[in-house]
């Protein structure tokens, strides 16, 4: 039997609730050393079964750095979901340059991924990403409406924060409201004729908390 095999098995296990511990490592060797289905197994896997805090997530590093500089599309992307779900903290710095770049990527999935990998960044270790927020202000106008959407959670965040340093992106997320309702988003975004309610929902959010106690 192979081993991805088996550690569909194992995540079955751990899914029941029974401790399946001795196939950790496995999991990393897979996400290590197999091929690109291997790979998505294994990187599955640990996801599942590890948290940031897990010693062996130490053992990733390297994997999820080279990954992130492959040529191959699907590797880059297990590569940064991963990233954007669980990642030691004391390890950001050694992936945060490679993260940036795909912020220019030209395929909007790993664009997309990269933002929300920022996100959680942000969420962990906010001091960390404070030089990169104009970046942050490209993916606000990112052509593609879902690296858009994805930008609109790390600014929901830092405007919670400190409202008055965004004040001069309310006419922005004006404009994309405006867009939104008037449905120029792709009709994947719809449910049930609503043109992006949860779109919708955020970018009220936003400007509610930018416009709040503003006599204007």
């Excluded at 492959?70 to 992307?77: A, G, K, W």
């Excluded at 988003?185 to 106690?213: C, E, T």
Aim: aromatic share 8%; net charge positive.
């Amino acid at each position: 039997m192979q081993m991805k095999e088996l550690m569909v098995r194992a995540i079955y296990c751990e899914s029941l609730g029974y401790e399946a511990s001795f196939s950790y490592i496995h999991a990393i060797k897979l996400a290590q050393q197999g091929t690109v289905l291997e790979k998505r197994v294994g990187y599955l896997a640990v996801s599942l079964f590890l948290n940031e805090s897990h010693e062996l997530l130490l053992l990733l590093v390297n994997t999820v750095l080279k990954d992130l500089q492959s040529t191959n599309l699907i590797e880059v992307c297990m590569a940064l979901t991963v990233v954007s779900q669980m990642f030691p903290k004391d390890m950001i710095p050694a992936i945060l340059p490679l993260v940036e770049e795909k912020l220019n990527h030209p395929k909007e999935i790993i664009r997309r991924k990269a933002v929300l990998a920022l996100y959680k960044f942000y969420l962990i270790a906010p001091n960390q990403v404070q030089h990169i927020h104009n970046k942050f202000r490209k993916a606000l106008c990112d052509k593609d409406p879902g690296v858009m959407t994805a930008s609109l959670h790390i600014y929901l965040q830092m405007i919670q924060e400190n409202p008055e340093g965004y004040k001069d992106l309310t006419a922005s997320f004006v404009t994309i409201l405006k867009q939104v309702v008037g449905g120029k988003l792709p009709m994947d975004f719809n449910y049930h004729s609503v043109p992006a309610p949860w779109l919708q929902i955020q970018l009220l959010r936003i400007l509610s908390l930018l416009g709040k106690n503003d006599p204007r």
